[in-house]
């Protein structure tokens, strides 16, 4: 059974930082894009960044290109999600997500791809 549990998540103040943990079970971990999307209150879910488990590739949505990093440990199958200088506007419930290679590269920020999803883990950012 394919599982993905976000941890991580909470209140931080603006400027702040959090890091987010998607721990991955269930699958073959090099096998997949593991991708980090977030949905705020009455908007619709968007990509925030994504990275192949396999080659270490990484791709980020514009609005937190500089602040937010992601990375995987392929010995623990879990994906990490660095986000510095937060801003209230980052405030949403963050999911990630995974997608079974091949991948088309212009959508790997688009939540229709992936196939699997955690349960999301909310980040509040006060102002």
């Known amino acids: 059974e394919v599982q993905l549990v976000e941890s991580g998540g909470g209140l931080v103040q603006a400027g702040g930082s959090l890091r987010l943990s998607c721990a991955a079970s269930g699958f073959t971990f090099d096998d997949y894009y593991i991708g980090w999307f977030r949905q705020a209150p009455g908007k619709e879910r968007e990509g925030v960044s994504c990275?192949?488990?396999?080659?270490?590739?990484?791709y980020y949505a514009d609005s937190v290109k500089g602040r937010f990093t992601i990375s995987s440990d392929n010995a623990k199958n879990t994906v990490y999600l660095q986000m510095n200088s937060l801003k209230p506007e980052d405030t949403a419930v963050y999911y990630c997500a995974a997608i079974s290679l091949p991948v088309v590269v212009t959508t790997l920020l688009e939540p229709y791809e992936y196939d699997y999803w955690g349960q999301g883990t909310q980040v509040t950012v006060s102002s």
């Open positions: 990275i192949s488990s396999s080659n270490g590739l990484t």
